[in-house]
């Protein structure tokens, strides 16, 4: 068991820092409003610390989950200094590979180990301890990191050199946002055409149309409810390190362009918290989406 500390306790890092506890780690919580980290302290075996530097201070693995690439350096530049040499730097966060490398560099510079390792799965996936973790680093020092991030994963893949886990984060952001327009494209045009939905993803689920998005999300779906995961806000956050990236290293990358824009439509739908899965509203709206 080891000595972990957990900074940003939202919707994704309050589970996550439980399922450590609960796997029998020493844990420490940190977030930046002090009354939620109390209240995780309330709830799990652990403490909470009020400041990042005593939070990190005697930790063998620091732990993060935050927002965005200035939020992750702004609680980087608190944590790094003050960690112990030999401690390890995970980054959860979903934040560019730029800043992946960054911080790969300071945590050498300070004689500790660092692994950008973004998580796919949600807040269900979190809650239920079964994430799945793309990871960039050193190889040792992912094998010293694999066994606590064990504690809420089902899947955890060492990718390459530090900024790959966040690479592939984006492969999977751009893959997402595929699957669910042409889910939703596929919905809609089912009710329109006077079919059952349920018979139809009856049937297509069985072959090459099925994905997990199909499984889990059809029926909520069509029923207008988007609440059962990951917010467009941090959808389209997402989608812009990925664009942002792909004008770096060239990718042409068409789909995701066009739905970061959909999602756009739903956001001026008021839909900013509704969960990816909602671009099926655009559609369904009075004037409907894009014609065909």
Same mark, same amino acid.
């Given at each position: 068991?080891?000595?972990?500390?957990?900074?940003?306790?939202?919707?994704?890092?309050?589970? @996550?820092?439980?399922?450590?506890?609960?796997?029998?780690?020493?844990?420490?919580?940190?977030?930046?409003?002090?009354?939620?980290?109390?209240?995780?302290?309330?709830?799990?075996?652990?403490?909470?610390?009020?400041?990042?530097?005593?939070? #990190?201070?005697?930790?063998?693995?620091?732990?993060?989950?935050?927002?965005?690439?200035?939020?992750?350096?702004?609680?980087?530049?608190?944590?790094?200094?003050?960690?112990?040499?030999?401690?390890?730097?995970?980054?959860?966060?979903?934040?560019?590979?730029?800043?992946?490398?960054?911080?790969?560099?300071?945590?050498?510079?300070?004689?500790?180990?660092?692994?950008?390792?973004?998580?796919? &799965?949600?807040?269900?996936?979190?809650?239920?301890?079964?994430?799945?973790?793309?990871?960039?680093?050193?190889?040792?020092?992912?094998?010293?990191?694999?066994?606590?991030?064990?504690?809420?994963?089902?899947?955890?893949?060492?990718?390459?050199?530090?900024?790959?886990?966040?690479?592939?984060? @984006?492969?999977n952001q751009i893959c997402i946002a595929g699957i669910v327009q042409g889910?939703?494209?596929?919905?809609?045009?089912?009710?329109?055409?006077?079919?059952?939905?349920?018979?139809?993803?009856?049937?297509?689920?069985?072959?090459?149309?099925?994905?997990?998005? @199909?499984?889990?999300?059809?029926?909520?779906? #069509?029923?207008?409810?988007?609440?059962?995961?990951?917010?467009?806000?941090?959808?389209?956050?997402?989608?812009?390190?990925?664009?942002?990236?792909?004008?770096?290293?060239?990718?042409?990358?068409? #789909?995701?362009?066009?739905?970061?824009?959909?999602?756009?439509?739903?956001?001026? @739908?008021?839909?900013?918290?509704?969960?990816?899965?909602?671009?099926?509203?655009?559609?369904?709206?009075?004037?409907? &989406?894009?014609?065909?």
């Amino acid at each position: 068991m080891a000595r972990c500390t957990f900074l940003g306790l939202g919707v994704m890092g309050f589970p @996550m820092a439980g399922h450590l506890a609960g796997a029998g780690h020493e844990v420490t919580v940190w977030n930046r409003t002090a009354r939620k980290a109390a209240d995780w302290a309330g709830r799990h075996p652990g403490k909470s610390a009020e400041t990042v530097e005593a939070a #990190v201070g005697d930790a063998d693995f620091v732990l993060m989950c935050l927002g965005d690439d200035p939020d992750v350096r702004r609680v980087a530049e608190h944590a790094i200094p003050a960690m112990k040499p030999g401690a390890v730097l995970i980054d959860h966060t979903t934040a560019s590979a730029e800043l992946a490398r960054e911080l790969d560099v300071q945590a050498r510079d300070a004689g500790i180990g660092f692994v950008d390792a973004p998580v796919s &799965g949600g807040q269900a996936g979190a809650e239920s301890g079964q994430l799945t973790i793309m990871c960039g680093g050193e190889a040792d020092t992912f094998a010293a990191a694999e066994p606590v991030m064990d504690s809420y994963a089902k899947a955890i893949s060492l990718i390459g050199p530090a900024g790959s886990g966040q690479l592939a984060k @984006m492969v999977n952001q751009i893959c997402i946002a595929g699957i669910v327009q042409g889910l939703s494209e596929g919905l809609h045009f089912a009710q329109r055409a006077g079919l059952d939905p349920a018979l139809v993803i009856g049937a297509i689920s069985k072959g090459a149309a099925q994905s997990w998005q @199909m499984e889990n999300r059809w029926e909520t779906m #069509v029923a207008g409810k988007f609440d059962y995961g990951f917010a467009i806000d941090w959808m389209r956050k997402d989608l812009r390190i990925t664009l942002d990236e792909a004008r770096r290293n060239g990718a042409t990358l068409p #789909v995701a362009a066009q739905v970061d824009q959909f999602y756009a439509d739903v956001q001026a @739908m008021g839909g900013n918290r509704w969960d990816t899965s909602s671009l099926i509203a655009r559609l369904e709206r009075p004037g409907g &989406g894009s014609k065909a």
